[in-house]
Every structure is written in structure tokens, then in C-alpha cells.
């Protein structure tokens, strides 16, 4: 049965509504000053991508969203932690975020440091009382490898690793990808694995969450350096642009766009949320 493109994005909707619920449940105002840094990073706005993401894996294999939502907004903390740290002078050296005062500018250098670090740990608590889905008590266990292996040494810290610390490989085309698949599309990989994993995918559908998730992480990274030529965040300097040229790397967006696709195709996954979501990722006019 196909899904009708305008139910699906108010699908989409609600599950971002949904995601921006628990948020503010979790980070609640008047606590400290340390949670309202907190709060001011996580719920300035966003995207919630990667929740989405996660969300749209678990419910087109059947899982219930009270199940995801607390994993959905473990990752969206995690992510947030990276961006607080990542604005930082001594990383990305950012003064704005989301079209305000970057959580450091805002609220001190120090005071940003710990509000990053008081996410990731607020993620893993999180996390810990995350639900068991019935009858698979297995699938949590999965899922929190996932993550944390997206987050840690082998995933995104490697990549912010390799982005401020770059070799010469890094102005390669595999250099380049290697180092934007850790740093941006490991959580991206991971949201879509864990949303499988948690719904007890079959074997075909985590195989197409995987490369699903491979394929739309880069895109993420590519349309972004599209977007912000000239203007890189990188503290290498190095992106799409200077690596492939304008045109090589709107090609290579599009190819990734096309292996999501390819990806959901072949493990049979009918979820216009997730076409939607790749949709989104689309190279715009005078990219």
C-alpha cells in the first residue's frame, strides 16, 4: 500500500513534535544554570534528523514510538553535545548556531564545555532506562553499541579527530569520506540501525539500514558543504567543495540520494518518511 506524500509529512511532523516533547521534559527549565545552557543548545531549534531517522526505521517494522523515542532523544543529545563542542574557539571556533549566539558565546566558554559534557551524559542515562523491547532483550543491548560506538573513538570523535588534525589523505576523495562518515554520518548510520534493530528487523532490513544509513550520512555532510561554500566550518578548511569541485561533489550527493533509495528498495521498506527524509537532502538551486 503506498502512503500519501502530505500524510507522511505530517508524519514527520508529529514525530518531531514528539521528539521536542521528551526534550523539554528532560531538560527542564528553572533547575540550574547549567541545564538552562543545556536547554538553550538542545531546544533552540534543529532539524532532529537523526531522531527522525530512528523513529522512521523502528515504525516501518513495526515498532511502537514510546519504544524509540527515548533512544531517538539520546542521539539528538548527542548530537547537540558535538555541536556545543564543536562551536568552541578551540575546535570550530563558531559565534553563532541556528541563527543565534553559539552556546559558548552565550554562556561563557567554560559553562559550554560542561553543558556539552552534561548532554552526553544526560544521553547515556537516558539510554540506560530506555525501554527492552518484549521478547527481544537483546535489541537494547544492540542498540547502545550502536550508538556508542557512533559516538566514541571509532565514530564521530574519530572524525573531529581527523577534521582538526587533518593528513594528507584528507584532500583525497577517500580521505574526505572516510573522515565525513565518522564525523557526521556515524550517529546518522547509527539512528537508522538502532530504529531496525529495536523493531526486530529482519536481516535484510538491517542490511538496508546500514547502507541506508552509510549513504544518507554522507549525503548530509555534502549537501551542507554544498550550501556553505566558501564558507567552511571546518577548522581544516577542508570540504566537498575543495576536494571534488562543485560539480563532482553535487554528483556524489546524488549518487548517495540514489543508494538510499536503492538501499529501501531492496529491503523492501515502504516508508515515505524515510523517501521524505532523503528528499530533504536534495541539492537546491545554485548548488
Known amino acids: 500500500m503506498t502512503n500519501h506524500p502530505s500524510k507522511n509529512r505530517n ?25 538552562e545552557a543545556m536547554r538553550y543548545a538542545v531546544l533552540g531549534g534543529g532539524k532532529r534528523f537523526r531522531p527522525l531517522v530512528l523513529l522512521a526505521f523502528g515504525e516501518a517494522f513495526g515498532a511502537e514510538r514510546p ?7 539520546a542521539i539528538e543529545l548527542i548530537h547537540n553535545y558535538s555541536l556545543v563542542h564543536d562551536d568552541l574557539p578551540a575546535m570550530d571556533d563558531d559565534d553563532v548556531r541556528r541563527g543565534r549566539p553559539s552556546c559558548h558565546k552565550a554562556f561563557g566558554e567554560g559553562p559550554a564545555l560542561l ?3 552534561g548532554l552526553l551524559s544526560l544521553a547515556f542515562e537516558v539510554l540506560a532506562g530506555a525501554p527492552y523491547p518484549r521478547r527481544r532483550p537483546g535489541a537494547k543491548n544492540a542498540a547502545l553499541r550502536e550508538i556508542a560506538s557512533a559516538a566514541g573513538v571509532r565514530g564521530m570523535i574519530e572524525g573531529q579527530w581527523l577534521d582538526i588534525r587533518p593528513g594528507p589523505e584528507a584532500k583525497t576523495a577517500d580521505g574526505f569520506l572516510d573522515m565525513i562518515s565518522k564525523k557526521t554520518g556515524a550517529l546518522i548510520r547509527a539512528s537508522a540501525m538502532s530504529g531496525a534493530l529495536l523493531a526486530g528487523a529482519p536481516a535484510k532490513g538491517a542490511a538496508a539500514a546500514l547502507d541506508y544509513g552509510t549513504a544518507l550520512g554522507l ?22 567543495v575543495s576536494v571534488f569541485g ?32 532523503a528528499a530533504s537532502l536534495e541539492p537546491g538551486e545554485g548548488m
Do not use: H, K, N, W
Open 11 to 35: 508524519t514527520l511532523e508529529g514525530m518531531r513534535a514528539a521528539v521536542d516533547a521528551e526534550l523539554e521534559r528532560l531538560l527542564p527549565a528553572g533547575r540550574s544554570r547549567l541545564f
Open 219 to 240: 549525503a548530509f555532510q555534502l549537501r551542507d558543504d554544498l550550501a556553505d561554500a566558501g564558507r567552511s566550518g571546518s577548522p581544516s578548511g577542508i570540504d566537498a
Open 115 to 117: 553543558a556539552g559534557d
Open 67 to 73: 519504544l524509540l523515542l527515548p533512544y531517538a532523544c
Open 246 to 277: 562543485r560539480e563532482s561533489a553535487r554528483a556524489c550527493l546524488e549518487s548517495c540520494l540514489t543508494e538510499a533509495r536503492a538501499a529501501l528498495e531492496r529491503g523492501g521498506i515502504a516508508s515515505t518518511e524515510l523517501r521524505l527524509l
